[in-house]
């Protein structure tokens, strides 16, 4: 490229011919080199990451007119919605600008003649009073464009959004589209950034279509009037012929955009990760790693848009050249033939062609007639680029809710890696309708038949896995990391497929839930306790804040109240509260619901053992059968059964000798006998 440009530059005076030649040749190059090297980073993030399948090519396209049939009922869901009510009053407003465009053509050439024709009582009557006049609608008419189009953004993303949200959130959708299904690597920004993004093109692009047309139509007509038909023909033939060499040569920035929105996602990723897990962080001393791989994560970006800008650069040289200053000189000859052509102006003007003045003001008004057709067809061929970034943004939203609407029915895929040579990673779709697996639902009683514990990568934890746990029979749950206890609970808890068996259990309502790192919502300290339910349904249960403070009393918590600043103060909990108090303020959560079965997972590990005791017993006095994950010895006497993993696919399922209490989490030891017993060999 450089040496292309430097030999066309070394002649004395290099034509418009061969400097567009020469930029035609730099951007068909830089464009090659940047896909060459998107292909290349392409393959090593398939080689080293679960990468997803081939991407549909992003662009304005077939799949683009498929996607913009999905979401466009989005965001204008009726004849009789909001939306469509703005987008009436914005075509409104857009004639009523084109009006007052063509007002100010033949204003301006009015003005022009009185100056010429050194007439103050006209020039008075035109530049002063008409122009006073009519400044007050033409700039309501302008800032109401601007209002419609600022209003009609935000509709659409409120639309979009509140759309998201109910798919997101509807169930447990959101774990789902996390942990199941990983073709959605940043859905924080798709629901945040990305659908804003849309939604303001989406409402500009509106805008940047519709005038346009208006003003072709409008202005051609008027131009034709004045000096014939051809001219606006001509004009019009020119600027397709442009549109058609940008398409051909302009590169796909649709593209690029949806590339620099998934780098984007990337980096913000990052730095979320060290906001996680920054305490883990600093007690290894991982800072410097930390940079390393945020710097590394930012470096895309900044070399993506250094590229990216390099071909707007020359694309809008290029742009500029063909759309702009040769479509001048193609209005100058327009206009000045009816001024040279004899013929031409006997024609079209009359007996006025040697009227110096009304020449004037012909010219003056034409150039602006073809002045604004211009401006309109540049700006309709311009959209076209514009068209292309705002696909790549179309097709990220429409990949959000497409990713959503098949979770929500059961359907997630994800990419891993397959057994072929060189590791390359494969998608795998799975239906979650079409699995043998069933659901029974049944009251006070929980039942695994033949259940086996897989993970969502297909890995097999438990081929066979066999017990029943009726109301009061509390059972101790033990095993080595990566056993299946988790795998359990959350095939239990629906979070994971069932891919064969029988699981028969209560409702969801009747099943609750106790990490050991318990979730403390954004609310007061009264939504602590009764999360997620409002003060209103908790006062229709019959909880009165005297009820909550007999739970913190029975966890011990009491003092809480009055030292964080009454029920309704609000702060970050998971900050102001120890390990120790959230952990307790979790079991109160747990005596506010009273659900049937309780799954505690490891949530006392930073509690003494004697308030462990106290609420445990606590439970018991509530009806609550306990499902409990932990190594602590004192927790073996609140329990009756034991359900036992070994980490080599077998398990053991027994009731406990109340008095060994020594070795109750090792594999085939004590006294005890076994009420079911399964090996699998995996």
Not at 521 to 550: C, K, M
Not at 625 to 643: A, K
Request: hydrophobic share 40%.
């Amino acid at each position: 490229m450089a040496q292309v440009l430097s030999t066309l530059f070394k002649q004395k005076a290099p034509t418009t011919g061969a400097i567009i030649i020469a930029l035609i040749y730099a951007i068909y190059k830089t464009k090659k080199r940047f896909q060459k090297n998107l292909a290349t980073s392409s393959n090593k993030d398939t080689r080293n990451k679960r990468s997803k399948q081939k991407q549909q090519k992003v662009g304005v396209n077939a799949n683009f007119v498929d996607q913009m049939r999905k979401l466009l009922p989005i965001c204008v869901p009726g004849t009789f919605s909001k939306e469509a009510g703005l987008l009436a009053i914005l075509a409104t407003v857009l004639i009523a600008r084109t009006w007052l465009d063509i007002w100010f053509s033949g204003f301006n050439g009015s003005v022009v003649k009185a100056i010429v024709s050194r007439n103050r009582k006209a020039f008075i009557a035109k530049a002063i009073i008409e122009f006073g006049m009519m400044m007050w609608p033409m700039s309501i008419v302008n800032n109401s464009l601007k209002l419609t189009i600022s209003a009609l953004a935000l509709s659409f993303r409120e639309r979009l959004t509140k759309h998201a949200h109910n798919q997101y959130l509807n169930g447990i959708t959101f774990y789902k589209v996390s942990n199941l299904d990983n073709r959605l690597q940043n859905a924080d920004q798709l629901l945040t950034q990305d659908i804003d993004k849309f939604a303001d093109n989406l409402s500009h692009l509106y805008s940047d279509i519709a005038k346009p047309v208006v003003d072709i139509f409008l202005f051609a007509y008027k131009l034709g009037e004045a000096i014939g038909n051809e001219a606006p023909f001509f004009m019009i033939a020119y600027f397709v012929m442009s549109g058609v060499l940008l398409r051909a040569f302009s590169p796909p920035f649709g593209r690029y955009t949806a590339i620099q929105q998934k780098l984007e996602g990337d980096f913000r990723f990052t730095h979320s990760r060290i906001i996680t897990h920054s305490e883990e962080i600093a007690f290894y001393g991982g800072a410097e790693r930390e940079k390393d791989v945020v710097n590394n994560t930012f470096q895309k970006i900044v070399n993506h848009e250094r590229k990216v800008y390099t071909l707007r650069f020359l694309n809008g040289i290029f742009d500029s050249v063909l759309v702009k200053y040769c479509a001048t000189m193609t209005a100058y000859y327009l206009l000045a033939r009816p001024v040279f052509d004899p013929r031409y102006a006997t024609k079209h003007m009359g007996a006025l062609q040697d009227d110096p003045t009304k020449l004037m003001e012909d010219y003056s008004r034409n150039s602006s007639y073809l002045i604004n057709l211009s401006q309109a067809v540049g700006r309709l061929i311009l959209t076209g680029r514009d068209l292309t970034r705002f696909a790549g943004y179309t097709s990220r939203v429409a990949e959000l809710f497409d990713v959503l609407g098949d979770v929500s029915k059961g359907k997630y895929s994800r990419t891993m890696l397959s057994d072929v040579e060189g590791g390359v990673s494969q998608s795998k779709t799975v239906d979650t309708s079409e699995m043998k697996g069933k659901v029974l639902v049944q009251d006070g009683v929980i039942i695994f038949d033949k259940v086996p514990i897989v993970t969502p990568n297909s890995d097999v934890l438990l081929k066979d896995l066999s017990f029943k746990v009726s109301t009061g029979m509390n059972c101790l749950i033990s095993g080595p990391n990566g056993c299946g206890k988790s795998s359990l609970f959350r095939i239990l808890g629906d979070l994971w497929p069932l891919f064969g068996g029988t699981v028969t259990k209560p409702s969801a309502d009747k099943l609750f839930y106790v990490p050991q790192k318990p979730y403390l919502a954004l609310g007061s300290f009264r939504d602590q306790i009764i999360y997620p339910h409002t003060p209103s349904e908790a006062r229709a249960r019959g909880y009165t804040d005297v009820e909550l403070i007999n739970l913190l009393e029975t966890v011990h918590l009491g003092y809480l109240v009055e030292r964080e600043g009454g029920w309704d103060a609000v702060q970050d909990w998971a900050d102001v509260l120890s390990g120790g108090e959230k952990q307790r303020v979790a079991m109160a959560r747990l005596f506010y619901h009273r659900p049937q079965f309780a799954i505690l997972d490891e949530c006392t590990s930073a509690v003494s053992v004697d308030i462990e005791a106290i609420m445990y017993e606590h439970a018991r006095k509530l009806g609550i059968t306990l499902f409990t994950v932990s190594h602590r010895t004192s927790l073996v006497r609140h329990h009756e059964y034991l359900l036992r993993f070994d980490g080599e696919g077998h398990y053991e399922f027994k009731e406990m000798d109340p008095e060994d209490t020594t070795t109750p989490f090792g594999f085939g030891h004590g006294k005890t006998q076994p009420i079911s017993k399964a090996e699998t060999n995996l």
